[in-house]
């Protein structure tokens, strides 16, 4: 009995121009953490091929076997899902949010100013990612944190801000000078894309 799984192959999407005139953050850090996004695409497509063969009947196959590839492929999907969310809102000016996010944001946080301090505490006391989230049960947005691609997922809340701050994303640029990074990158967030989310999910103030 195999396991049915969707074999299409995904690719990576293609960065914005803009990305690569980031203010603070250089091309060349962009495109070393460009690579390991195209890393994971391919990562996802080599294990879903590999489910795809998996035969729950056959008597040498060990459910510790399928639980290693369903834990990597988390990771992997994670992976691609944060990476496209935080490489699809940079590459603007950044400043204080005005539109409906804006909104949001001082409804829920006080103020701009508290979010961004909530956040970039968030993203210095995570190992891999923080995110501002819409959580749908409290009707209300949340920082929270990560500690790798698949960790600590928060259900039925929705991701409108996605930092990286594994390692990789800044060392380039800023050593471990993670919170020179963490300015740079609110320096450089498109809240108008921002904004065509909170108006694409429905989200309301």
């Given amino acids: 009995m195999s396991l049915a799984y969707n074999q299409t192959e995904i690719a990576a999407r293609e960065l914005k ?9 250089s091309r060349q850090a962009v495109e070393a953490h460009y690579r390991l996004y195209e890393g994971y695409v391919a990562k996802r497509n080599e294990i879903l091929a590999k489910l795809a ?45 005005k539109g409906r996010f804006g909104e949001l944001v001082t409804r829920d946080f006080g103020s701009v100013a508290a979010w961004r301090v909530d956040l970039k505490a968030t993203g210095i006391a995570a190992r891999g990612w923080a995110w501002t989230a819409w959580d749908w049960d409290e009707g209300r947005l949340f920082n929270y ?23 990789h994303a800044y060392f380039m ?33």
């Avoid at 121009?17 to 953050?25: D, H, T, V």
């Fill in 17 to 25: 121009p803009a990305l690569y005139e980031l203010e603070g953050i």
């Fill in 53 to 97: 063969g998996v035969d729950l009947a056959a008597a040498n196959q060990t459910y510790s076997e399928l639980r290693e590839l369903k834990v990597e492929l988390t990771f992997a999907i994670g992976g691609i899902k944060n990476h496209e969310l935080y490489f699809e809102h940079l590459g603007g000016t950044g400043g204080d949010p």
């Fill in 145 to 167: 944190i990560g500690d790798a691609q698949n960790t600590f997922p928060v259900w039925n809340a929705t991701p409108l801000v996605a930092l990286d701050v594994y390692e």
């Fill in 173 to 205: 640029d800023f050593g471990t000078d993670r919170a020179a990074y963490i300015d740079a990158f609110f320096n450089n967030l498109d809240y108008g894309v921002v904004d065509g989310w909170v108006e694409a999910y429905g989200i309301k103030p």
